[in-house]
């Protein structure tokens, strides 16, 4: 597997693992990028990852409400292709706003739940998201994976900071 896998475990620090947040991150990734006939090895890829994390019995509810996710994401959210490689550095948007959406649920963050479906889905779709996004961070839960705490505060000042680089990368310079 690459080194932007499940199983890259960067040497001590001494910082916490993020090792929900990046379960997360590789898992929607590679079912995002699966729905492409050239990405699609990454099914097999993100299986054959979270099967040697959690074992085959204990992945299999995980990796049904993943793709149950991805999927109502695809069909609600405002922008559907709001995702990256498997091996880029950096998170989307759209993968910060629903790592961002687990975190609140799991953690009860009424406010962060709805600014993150207000950025993320459409209004027919948010429902359907919520639902979906919360058995996926039930089954994280359930795995012993707790995201760490997002805010609704960390959302805004996230957004703030990629709409000023977006509108950077296309100011003109006289």
């Given at each position: 597997m690459r080194e932007s896998t499940v199983?890259?475990?960067?040497?001590?620090?001494?910082?916490?693992?993020?090792?929900?947040?990046?379960?997360?991150?590789?898992?929607l990734r590679c079912v995002q990028n699966g729905f492409y006939a050239e990405h699609f090895d990454q099914w097999r890829e993100v299986w054959e990852g979270y099967r040697?994390?959690?074992?085959?019995r204990d992945c299999t509810p995980v990796l049904?409400?993943?793709?149950?996710?991805?999927?109502?994401?695809?069909?609600?959210?405002?922008?559907p292709t709001g995702f990256h490689r498997l091996d880029c550095p950096r998170m989307a948007?759209?993968?910060?706003?629903?790592?961002?959406?687990?975190?609140?649920?799991?953690?009860?963050?009424?406010?962060?739940?709805?600014?993150?479906l207000d950025e993320i889905a459409r209004p027919a779709g948010?429902?359907?998201?919520?639902?979906?996004?919360?058995?996926l961070g039930a089954e994280y839960l359930g795995l012993g994976q707790r995201f760490f705490?997002?805010?609704?505060?960390?959302?805004?000042?996230?957004?703030?900071?990629?709409?000023?680089?977006?509108?950077?990368?296309t100011a003109t310079r006289h």
């Open positions: 199983d890259y475990q960067p040497e001590e620090t001494g910082r916490t693992s993020y090792s929900a947040e990046r379960l997360f991150i590789y898992g040697r994390y959690f074992g085959s049904d409400a993943l793709w149950r996710f991805v999927r109502n994401y695809r069909r609600y959210a405002k922008s948007r759209d993968e910060y706003l629903s790592m961002a959406l687990l975190s609140a649920l799991q953690h009860h963050d009424e406010a962060c739940v709805r600014r993150c948010r429902a359907a998201l919520q639902a979906t996004a919360w058995q705490p997002v805010s609704e505060t960390d959302v805004e000042t996230t957004l703030i900071t990629t709409e000023a680089i977006e509108t950077a990368k």
